[in-house]
């Protein structure tokens, strides 16, 4: 017990220490300069942010420009930008996903019912009555028994699985509601082309996944980016889709199958099963190679230059795409140009301090998030900083707009020390930290700083909170849930100077700025908790 307790002493002196520091830095942090950042960045201007158009150049030179006028040093050398590598594929199914048996067959509409693409850089892919197989969760996790592929050979065939994990039906199995990255869409895909198979379908579920069918439907309708690799994706499935919930029913009973087959794949002793069933589809492919960019700027630390504290946002959304109640631009003002003028917010602050930090302080703006948290992946493969002397991540992605609340939710609790920074800068503030409201959801592995855990590093993502203040228990988290229900990834997701409350924003901002801060003057490491999959990495 002797160290927690050194710990505890050590980071109580500490925090005395930081809330002697300069209050200019803490007020730069206002409501005035976060809007007048949110209104340039999610205009109609920068055209929806996606990563390879003009609403690019314009984000990452607005960044850039405002990174150099508060006398940051580039973050890449001489220069404030990291060239990205990426390759955009706009994959157009020809036609309906068929699907045929010996009782007869089942033609899906694109979009309505199923969306398709592929990883592969080819002009065109297909598959040619690839078999059927229905593999539960589509999950190889020996450290929970549990293999939904054990003795199934899946090669040249096409799997069907469902969004999530074992724990979201049954909270004894994995971690319970709290969603593992087994449950997430980007695992199932990487598990079917480690199988070996042709392609990999998920089905939808609005719980289970947290977002609505239109929201793949979105994702999906337009062309998709992934980092350039040596071997063109060939490694990768043939076929990556979705079908929706009807869909899967309809494919069922082709089968022959009830399609309560789909409950009873949430038990443990659940066995994949031969669907007896073929489909074919040809893909074809509109191809570009180009390079994306993240933007990084440094505040160099003035005893231990060579150790950093890294904050991150994503700038980058999805551009011009599907037209909306006649709107095509996809703005992106809560997803993320909130997180990344809060990146501004805190450079600003930070360069207010009249006491340098002791550590170098990274803030980094990465694109790709939104295609599959590319850019963050690329940084973290290519750092500026070394793994083992990054101090930790804080990850500012989607910001509260409805204001003040009584607490402040941390997504994936229980997994670092970080907890318990956040826990007293809030306690500084009157507030409380609480865990995330739908865990089921897992937004942990949905962020950049995702990317940093898996090289060990820890990293903080703060949500808004549940309770807004003067307002009924609950309040923040229905605000949160309307959002998701009716702008998120949406052409409607705008900024509206009307109806947006700024102050939540600012305060939650001021908290990770306190945090950053606390962590930049520290010579020791934030450690991952026992039981977190990530602690063997930062060993």
């Not at 109609?44 to 150049?57: M, Q, V, W, Y």
């Not at 939904?148 to 999530?164: E, Q």
């Not at 509601?177 to 198979?197: L, N």
């Not at 996809?330 to 990344?340: L, M, R, S």
């Amino acid at each position: 017990m002797k160290a927690p307790i050194l710990f505890s002493m050590a980071a109580s002196l500490l925090w005395q220490g930081v809330q002697a520091q300069d209050s200019s830095a803490i007020r730069a942090i206002n409501a005035n300069s976060f809007a007048r950042h949110i209104q340039v960045l999610a205009s109609d201007a920068f055209e929806g942010r996606k990563p390879f158009t003009r609403g690019e150049d314009s984000a990452i030179h607005y960044l850039a420009a405002q990174f150099k006028a508060l006398g940051l040093k580039p973050g890449n050398g001489n220069s404030y930008f990291q060239e990205v590598p990426m390759v955009s594929i706009g994959s157009k199914p020809a036609g309906n996903l068929v699907v045929k048996g010996a009782n007869g067959e089942v033609s899906l509409q694109y979009l309505d019912d199923y969306v398709a693409g592929t990883r592969r850089v080819q002009e065109q892919v297909s598959i040619s009555n690839s078999e059927l197989v229905f593999a539960g969760y589509g999950i190889v996790a020996p450290e929970y028994g549990h293999n939904d592929y054990a003795g199934l050979d899946v090669k040249g065939k096409t799997v069907i699985v469902m969004i999530n994990d074992p724990g979201f039906a049954d909270n004894t199995l994995f971690k319970g509601r709290t969603m593992t990255y087994y449950g997430r869409w980007t695992y199932k895909f990487e598990e079917a082309s480690r199988q070996g198979a042709a392609g990999v379908i998920i089905i939808h579920e609005t719980a289970a996944a947290s977002y609505p069918w239109k929201v793949v439907r979105s994702g999906w309708s337009n062309s998709k980016l992934h980092l350039q690799t040596a071997d063109n994706n060939m490694s990768r499935t043939a076929l990556e889709g979705w079908i929706t919930q009807d869909a899967a029913r309809k494919i069922f009973q082709l089968a022959g199958i009830s399609p309560d087959i789909m409950e009873k794949a949430k038990q443990k002793d659940f066995k994949p099963v031969d669907l007896h069933l073929q489909t074919s589809l040809v893909i074809n492919n509109t191809i570009k190679k180009s390079t994306s960019h993240n933007v990084l700027a440094i505040l160099p630390g003035s005893k231990r230059p060579d150790e950093c504290v890294v904050f991150s946002a994503h700038w980058d959304h999805f551009g011009i795409g599907e037209t909306v109640k006649g709107d095509s631009i996809y703005n992106g003002a809560v997803d993320n140009a909130t997180g990344t003028a809060g990146l501004l917010e805190l450079a600003t602050a930070f360069t207010r301090l009249k006491q340098k930090p002791a550590r170098s302080v990274l803030f980094l703006s990465v694109t790709g998030e939104e295609q599959g948290l590319l850019g963050s992946e690329y940084y973290a493969s290519h750092p500026v900083f070394k793994s083992e002397k990054t101090v930790a991540d804080i990850n500012l992605d989607v910001l509260n707009t409805f204001g003040r609340t009584k607490d402040v939710t941390v997504i994936g609790m229980g997994q670092s020390e970080l907890d318990e920074y956040a826990q007293r800068a809030a306690a500084k503030q009157g507030r409380v930290t609480v865990p995330e409201a739908n865990p089921e959801g897992g937004w942990f592995f949905r962020s950049d700083h995702f990317n940093f855990a898996k090289k060990g590093i820890p990293g903080l993502y703060l949500g808004p909170g549940n309770d807004i203040l003067g307002k009924a228990p609950g309040s923040g988290k229905e605000k949160t849930a309307e959002y998701n229900r009716l702008r998120y990834h949406s052409p409607a997701d705008e900024f509206n100077p009307d109806t947006w409350v700024m102050d939540g924003m600012v305060e939650d901002v001021r908290l990770m700025f306190d945090v950053g801060y606390a962590l930049s003057n520290e010579s020791t490491f934030p450690q991952w908790k026992q039981g977190s999959e990530f602690k063997a990495y930062r060993k």
